[in-house]
């Protein structure tokens, strides 16, 4: 059966290369959440950082899915991004996204810095992220950028997980 | 970049006690950074494990080496250790 993939409009989006923009929004970890800068986790090592559909939609759930089954957590700081509140990324982290902390963003103001918004057709006043990857160096140079052209797109994990092991 | 500020206080969002302690830190225009922990009790190991206790607001003061929780104790910390001669 065909089924019909939405294509997304051109995203004017940090490539391999460009110095990802910072920003500071609450981290969310199993414990706790506080204000946390992309720089400031750069500065410990190279970072994943997963742009993705609000929590509980199944994009999100499927990404968190493979990148736990993957085990990347354990080979890269992996974080989320996405405009679920920090009480949703709590429940989502008791379920899955094993080791990783998740970015609170419900303003949506991340995707605009980083060109990946979506406006959500049937959901008034609602902008979220399109899905994304950006493996990112200890100075936010982005060493592998994937941002989805479609709707529903999902990553190209096994080109994901090369770049991780080059780092 | 990353500079810390010494003081960290957890709380809860909404929490009145823990807006009373924030209202002292701001008072004194101490720097400080704040982790929010969820409304149910059994939710707060990393509070229980500073503190002691998973009762917020609890602060960890680095410049004395000191946690304590209970918004009235903090407090009357704050105002013996920042509060100078006022």
Not at chain 1, 26 to 40: I, K, M, Q
Not at chain 1, 69 to 95: F, K, M, N, Q
Not at chain 2, 52 to 64: F, L
Request: charged share 30%.
């Amino acid at each position: 059966m065909e089924f019909d993939v939405v294509e997304l409009p051109d995203a004017d989006h940090p490539e391999v290369g460009d110095t990802a923009p910072d920003f500071t929004r609450p981290l969310v970890n199993e414990e706790f959440w506080e204000d946390r800068s992309l720089s400031s986790l750069t500065a410990e090592g190279p970072v994943l950082l997963v742009a993705h559909p609000m929590d509980g939609a199944f994009p999100a759930t499927y990404v968190w899915n493979e990148i736990d089954d993957r085990g990347w957590a354990d080979d890269v700081d992996v974080v989320g991004l996405s405009i679920s509140t920090p009480y949703e990324h709590a429940s989502l982290l008791d379920e899955r996204a094993d080791g990783a902390r998740l970015f609170a963003d419900p303003g949506a103001g991340v995707a605009e810095q980083y060109g990946i918004e979506h406006d959500l057709d049937g959901m008034a006043g609602i902008t979220e992220h399109r899905p994304a990857m950006f493996l990112l160096d200890g100075d936010r140079t982005v060493e592998y950028a994937w941002v989805a052209s479609e709707w529903p797109e999902f990553p190209e994990y096994d080109a994901v997980e090369a770049a991780i092991e080059s780092l | 970049m990353s500079d810390e500020p010494p003081i960290t206080l957890y709380r809860l969002q909404a929490c009145p006690f823990c807006e009373r302690v924030v209202r002292k830190l701001d008072e004194y225009g101490l720097d400080y950074r704040s982790r929010f922990v969820e409304p149910m009790h059994s939710d707060r190991n990393v509070v229980k494990r500073i503190s002691g206790k998973r009762s917020v607001p609890a602060i960890v003061d680095e410049n004395t080496g000191l946690t304590m929780s209970e918004s009235g104790n903090i407090v009357e910390y704050l105002e013996k250790t920042y509060g100078g001669e006022a």
